[in-house]
Every structure is written in structure tokens, then in C-alpha cells.
């Protein structure tokens, strides 16, 4: 059970947009900046956004992340197929001392 | 850009110790924060813990009984050692960056190792 939630699948077309929530709560989204990371199969995760909404450079403005709240999102303009991936947000508990990490969001480009 | 690589023994007894390398290319241990992140089926990504180039650590709660970090900057390597491992450490395990303790992102990782604890 991840302190952090996420739901576990999405699905949109090409060229569509979707939105991928995590919620948790004031002592880690609430009081903390969030990170977003993208894992294509059988590899290591990739940093998309961090500081809640800034994208490192190479990341395609398609990409981008807010937070309202204890709530945080991640928002992907003009899908396609190469953004199947897993999502994860993480960011810092205050009160667990630790890192902590949704379960992830499996997106599928239909 | 920097590059990490990681290398450690993949295939593990229970009780026995796991112990990781990653050696970090293309940018100083002198700098920013270094960390071990591990990604099992059953409990999806876990911050194992972090430290910075002067040997200053911070584990995970749940872990830090087992768990050592250590740096080697002459190498510019760090390391993980865990031990009493019991199969619900099967994991693969990444190293990665922290840029900065106040902001918790990681913006570059290894290639991941896989670990299996079976008898």
C-alpha cells in the first residue's frame, strides 16, 4: 500500500489529453514540492517534472505538473504511442522521514 | 550530463548480505546527494536512503537496522550494503541523484540491478 495514490491504469487515444492524479496528504504533498517520473518498460524511471511543475531540460513542454492542496497532477497534451509508460509522483514525508512514492499509473495509447 | 553505473552481485541466500556499486561518470561525488532506490512488484518504489559526499547519511526507517551507505570519492563511487536479507528484499535496485536535500527529486538514476534472495 503506497502512502501515495494514484490510480492504476488510464487509457486515451493519440493526440489526446490526459491528467494523472496523486493524492496524500499535509505532511507530504501538502507541505512539499512533487516529482513525476516516467518508466518505460524494463527500464530505469525518468525524471519528467520536479519542483511540482518544472520539466528538466529535454522534456517536452507536452509534459507539465500542479498541485492543489494535498492533491498533485500530471498533465500530457498530444499522446502518443511512446508515452506508454508508467507514472510515478513521489516527494518527501515530514512526518515518515522519508521519500515516498505512488503506485503508479500505467497509460495506454489506444 | 552525468551518467550512473551500477554493478553488484544479482542472485542471493537468505541471511546473507547484498552489496552494490555505482560509480558516477561525468560529474563529481563532491557535489549534490547520492541515493538507493529499490522497485518490487509487491510495494512499487522504496527510498532506501541517501548520502552526501562527506560519509552524512539518512536511511529509511524501515530499513536502517540493515542498511549501510558508503562513498568512495577517490573512486567516485558509491555504495549499498543491506543485510539478513530475507526474499521480500528481491527487488531491482537503482542508484540515482538527489540534486538537493531540500527539494527530494532524483534526475539521474543507474540501469538498475536485478536482486533475487532464494534459497
Known amino acids: 500500500q503506497s502512502v501515495l495514490t494514484q490510480p492504476p491504469s488510464i487509457s486515451a487515444a493519440p493526440g489526446q489529453k490526459v491528467t494523472i492524479s496523486c493524492s496524500g496528504s499535509?505532511?507530504?504533498?501538502?507541505?512539499?514540492?512533487v516529482a513525476w517520473y516516467q518508466q518505460l518498460p524494463g527500464t530505469a524511471p525518468r525524471l519528467l517534472i520536479y519542483?511540482?511543475?518544472d520539466r528538466p531540460s529535454g522534456i517536452p513542454d507536452r509534459f507539465s505538473g500542479s498541485k492543489s492542496g494535498t492533491s498533485a497532477t500530471l498533465g500530457i497534451t498530444g499522446l502518443h504511442t511512446g508515452d506508454e509508460a508508467d507514472y510515478y509522483c513521489g516527494t518527501w514525508d515530514s512526518s515518515l522521514s522519508v521519500v515516498v512514492f505512488g503506485g503508479g499509473t500505467k497509460l495506454t495509447v489506444l | 550530463q552525468v551518467q550512473l553505473q551500477q554493478w553488484g552481485a544479482g542472485l542471493l541466500k537468505p541471511s546473507e548480505t547484498l552489496s552494490l556499486t555505482c560509480a558516477v561518470y561525468g560529474g563529481s561525488l563532491n557535489t549534490n546527494y547520492w541515493t538507493w532506490i529499490r522497485q518490487s512488484p509487491g510495494k512499487g518504489l522504496e527510498w532506501i536512503g541517501e548520502i552526501n559526499h562527506s560519509g552524512g547519511t539518512t536511511y529509511n526507517p524501515s530499513l536502517q537496522s540493515r542498511v549501510t551507505i558508503s562513498v568512495d570519492t577517490s573512486k567516485n563511487q558509491f555504495s549499498l550494503n543491506l543485510n539478513s536479507l530475507t526474499a521480500a528484499d528481491t527487488a531491482v535496485y537503482y542508484c540515482?541523484?538527489?540534486?538537493?536535500?531540500?527539494?527530494?527529486?532524483?534526475?539521474?538514476w543507474g540501469q538498475g540491478t536485478l536482486v533475487t534472495v532464494s534459497s
Open positions: 519542483n511540482t511543475n
Open positions: 499535509s505532511s507530504n504533498i501538502g507541505s512539499n514540492y
Open positions: 540515482a541523484r538527489l540534486p538537493a536535500a531540500i527539494t527530494y527529486f532524483f534526475d539521474s
